[in-house]
T-cell receptor
Framework: RKEVEQDPGPFNVPEGATVAFNCTYS??????FFWYRQDCRKEPKLLMS???SGNEDGRFTAQLNRASQYISLLIRDSKLSDSATYLC????????????FGTGTRLTIIP | ETGVTQSPTHLIKTRGQQVTLRCSSQ?????VSWYQQALGQGPQFIFQ???????GRGNFPPRFSGLQFPNYSSELNVNALELDDSALYLC????????????FGPGTRLLVL
């Protein structure tokens, strides 16, 4: 079983729609959680950290369910510029930040 | 921009050769992590360096080795290159601590023929 699992997509979504991504992780001792965004042929960039209480940044909402080992990302009112690959990322250890990435979910926003 | 730089941007090598990739970390960061990203996959952790010492290693063979210098820049060396080593190699710098964010450089794209 992969340490971090994501639906690879692709998700093709009309502009203005709401889209949700899900991710599961296998190690219950995981310490911190993130969503990264990666544009084509570019490096991953931090989109947001994910907390159990849920957190929101503009049109983006992330949620963590530790009991189910499940992470989600919701994008509301999607824009063309949201087209990218979204990587679910888990940090297994404090003090040794080995980030474990999912394979990524490719999102294309259609005009 | 993250302030993390990598060189070279692209590289073509043949099987059996050796390669050295370089990374300059963001100012104030003391930790560099290296990742390999094959086409269509997420980045895979190779190893991390903190204050010039290896501080964790992923599931990569010993022919993948690294260094960190006193200014916290880093090198990734790969010996006896194989075709499967073709990938985007990313370095990420951070300040070692609880859940500190890692900032990625633009990567070096390596093609092994």
């Amino acid at each position: 079983r992969k340490e971090v699992e994501q639906d690879p997509g692709p998700f093709n979504v009309p502009e203005g729609a709401t889209v949700a991504f899900n991710c599961t992780y296998s190690n219950s001792a995981s310490q911190s959680f993130f969503w990264y965004r990666q544009d084509c042929r570019k490096e991953p960039k931090l989109l947001m950290s994910v907390y159990s209480s849920g957190n929101e940044d503009g049109r983006f909402t992330a949620q963590l369910n530790r009991a189910s080992q499940y992470i989600s990302l919701l994008i509301r009112d999607s824009k063309l510029s949201d087209s990218a690959t979204y990587l679910c990322v888990v940090n297994l250890n404090f003090g040794n930040e080995k980030l474990t990435f999912g394979t990524g979910t490719r999102l294309t926003i259609i005009p | 921009e993250t302030g993390v730089t990598q060189s070279p941007t692209h590289l073509i090598k043949t099987r059996g050769q050796q390669v050295t990739l370089r990374c300059s970390s963001q100012s104030g960061h003391n930790t560099v992590s290296w990742y390999q990203q094959a086409l269509g996959q997420g980045p895979q952790f190779i190893f991390q360096y903190y204050r010039e010492e290896e501080n964790g290693r992923g599931n990569f063979p010993p022919r993948f080795s690294g260094l960190q210098f006193p200014n916290y820049s880093s090198e990734l060396n790969v010996n006896a290159l194989e075709l499967d080593d073709s990938a985007l190699y990313l370095c990420a710098s951070s300040l070692l601590g609880v859940g500190e964010t890692q900032y990625f450089g633009p990567g070096t794209r390596l093609l092994v023929l």
